[in-house]
Structure formats: C-alpha cells, structure tokens
C-alpha cells in the first residue's frame, strides 16, 4: 500500500469516528481546578477536618488530619460520593452533578421557604417551581446524571437561603464520607480505581451497617461542626432533613441505586432523625424547619414527577415521529430544514432531556455499524434508503450540537 493510500485510509478512518458512536466516558469532562463549586466543597470538608481535630483521641485526630484527606470533583451519576484511600491517605470523590443538583432544587424551592414582610411581593406560583423540578429531575435520570439547567432569575434572599440549604446538605454528604475514614470503612484503593469507567459504583460497596454507622455519626457530625462554626443547629438538622428528601426524588426517577447497602432515603431519614433527636433534643423545635422542608418538597416533587412524565411521553413520542418521518441526504441538507430540527431538538431537551437522550442512544450507530454500511452499500441511492443510516444521520446531527456532557454521555465527538 502506498503512503497516499495510507494517507487516504487514515483520513478516512477520522472521517467514520466523527461520524459514528464511539465509547463514552465521563471522566474527560472533570471541572477545572477553579471550578466554583469544588471550591465551596473543599471549604466545607476544610472545616468538618478542623472540627475533627478537638477531639481528645489522638489517633483518630491523626486519621483525619486535613493533609490526609483531599476531595475531588468527579460528574459521577451513581453515588452522591465516595471515599477511596491511598496509601495512608483519602480521597473523597464528590459527585458534581449531584452538588449542582443540590442548588438548583433548594433554587427552586426556596420561593416558598422565606418569610415575606408585608411589602414583599408574593411568591410565584408553585407550578412555575414544580416546571423546574420536573426537568431538573429528568437531566438526573438521563445518562448526563447532572441538571444542566441554566441558574434562573430570582431574588438574592432566595439565592442566600439556596446556597444555605445546598451547604448543609453537602456538609452532611462530606460528615458521612469522613465518618466512614473516622471508623475505618476502607474501600476501594485509588491507584487502582478504573479511570476510564463511567461509574464508580461497583466500588461503593460497603456492610449496611456499615453505611448505617456513617450516617448516625454523619448527621451529629454535621450538626456539631455547623454548631461550632456559629450556624443553628436547627438549619445543620434541615439540611440532612432536605438530603434525603432530594435524594429521595432521584430514587424516583432512577437516578440512584438502592441495594443491600444503600437503603432508600426514607429509611436513612428516620435512623438520622432518631439519632438526632436523641442527641439534640432539648433544642427547642429541632425538627420543625426540616418538618416544613419535608412537607414542601413532598408536594412539589410528587406533581413534579407528574409533570416529567407528561412531558416524557409528548416527547418521546415527537422525537420518534421526527426520526421515523423526517428525509436526510447524504449530500446538501435543506439549511430551513436544518434549523427547524436544530431549533426543535433544542426546545424538547428544555422540556425532556431524558426522552431525546433515549431516542438518541437507540438510534446512533456505533463506528463499526457505521463502517459497515458505509462500505457495503452498492451505491449512493442505497445509502439513501436505509432506514438505519437515515435516522442515525438525524440523531448525529442533533447529539453533535447538544452540551458537550450530552456528546460526551453518547460518545459522539464531533469537530
């Protein structure tokens, strides 16, 4: 074969890559290092590691000295987070799109959470807040597993009490992984945890009691740290309050695992609220902010999972009549045509994300189906009539111009 030739096939070989379905894999798209969020994560891990360290028992102040313990951002969509060691050392692997979740739910939330004067305006209507959660959910059930949902506008109370309600949360998250290195939970070893996986959850596996353990001591953790740093014990019991009440809608829409291990929120909620009150229990009214919590999120979420199924089916159904329905040449495309499916897909991944992603994922060829067709085909009019190639030629050109997490969760790189 002739350099040309070679040249030729390699050009060639790019061309059908670009073109097809490759492996997908999360790990390529890790935040910055200054990524605003890990950074608000890194402080709270910073501050529970400095409370560790009144304890009077020297060893178990050495096992969470803060030299000895890091956190990573990691767009995970299996754990909320996970702690690997190293040597002597620990990594807490923090799930980004979960910490991003975490903000955009109490966003959404929190209209209907401050107390209003009597010149405040009133708090928009709750359809308006069950419309966000119902695609804030669906973006955590799709393979993305992250809400790439743009920060809407709205007040600075609401952002403040936002912020509050995802800080306790996450401080909760990050009490129950150091909780695990507190009583010596080891699992998994980082040098060897597999870099490529698009998941870490086969090494998330611990005893029940176990994760039990980590979460009693993870919620006084988290109450006692916030205790020491000024903040009212009562919004630290809100806040792993509000956790699993979030946790407990991903559990709905699939986009957690539940196993012998990983009980269902409700479960976890009522070992955290017994430990709680046993120990905080002469603070006045110490459930009664995470009781409204509750009650609020319980009525938003249950017509938010409403209305993300509605929505699921009116645009599985649209993007399966687009696929089925619409032409597509090989050569030049109609460019009004083009902008009409590009203006479509844009406006269904606002309202479904998760329905076009399926349609998507079933319709892709992968390089080597691709590869196939291609070079088999006996012409140019048989390349136009096979249904295959027809839909996957659709279903390319919307994936390559979605979010780059989109691309990267299908595995379609495109220049």
Not at 45 to 51: Q, S
Not at 316 to 329: D, G, K, Q, Y
Not at 339 to 354: L, Q, V
Request: aromatic share 6%.
């Amino acid at each position: 074969m002739s350099d040309a030739e070679g040249s030729k096939r390699d050009i060639d070989t790019v061309f059908l890559r670009i073109l097809a379905r490759g492996n997908s894999s999360r790990f390529k798209f890790l935040p910055p290092p200054d990524d605003p969020v890990g950074k608000v994560i890194e402080s709270i891990a910073a501050e529970i590691l400095a409370f560790c360290q009144t304890t009077s028992d020297a060893e178990l102040s050495e096992r969470v000295k803060p030299r000895r313990v890091s956190v990573r951002m990691v767009p995970l969509g299996d754990v909320s987070a996970l702690t690997l060691y190293m040597g002597s050392s620990h990594i807490i692997a923090f799930n980004q799109g979960v910490a991003l979740y975490l903000y955009r739910l109490a966003r959404a939330m929190t209209p209907y959470v401050i107390v209003r004067g009597t010149g405040d305006a009133p708090p928009p209507p709750e359809s308006e807040a069950v419309a966000v959660i119902a695609v804030l959910l669906d973006w955590m059930s799709s393979l993305v597993r992250a809400p790439l949902v743009d920060a809407w506008e709205t007040g600075p109370r609401e952002q403040r009490t936002a912020e509050n309600y995802a800080r306790m949360a996450e401080r909760f998250v990050l009490s129950h992984e150091i909780a695990h290195i507190m009583r010596e939970h080891l699992v998994g070893d980082a040098g060897t945890a597999p870099q490529k996986s698009s998941s870490l959850h086969d090494l998330d596996r611990r005893p029940v009691v176990q994760e039990h353990e980590a979460d009693a001591i993870g919620a006084m953790l988290a109450v006692d740290s916030s205790s020491a740093a000024g903040i009212d014990p009562r919004a630290a019991v809100a806040g792993v309050r509000y956790f699993f009440e979030a946790l407990k809608l991903c559990e709905a829409v699939g986009a957690v695992h539940i196993d012998d291990a990983h009980r269902p929120a409700v479960e976890r909620i009522a070992l955290c609220d017994k430990v709680m009150s046993g120990r905080y229990g002469r603070v006045p009214n110490l459930h009664q902010a995470a009781d409204q919590t509750s009650d609020l999120l319980r009525r938003l979420g249950s017509a938010a999972l409403e209305e993300r199924q509605r929505r699921r089916v009116i645009v599985a159904a649209r993007m399966e009549e687009l696929l089925t329905n619409t032409s597509w040449h090989f050569g030049s495309n109609d460019p009004a045509v083009m902008r009409s499916i590009f203006d479509e897909a844009k406006s269904m991944f606002a309202s479904s994300p998760s329905a076009v992603i399926d349609a998507l994922q079933a319709s892709l060829l992968d390089t080597q189906t691709f590869e196939r067709l291609m070079r088999t085909a006996k012409s140019a009019e048989s390349l136009e009539q096979d249904d295959r190639l027809r839909r996957h030629r659709i279903a390319h050109f919307i994936a390559r111009n979605a979010p780059l997490p989109v691309r990267d969760a299908l595995g379609v790189g495109f220049p």
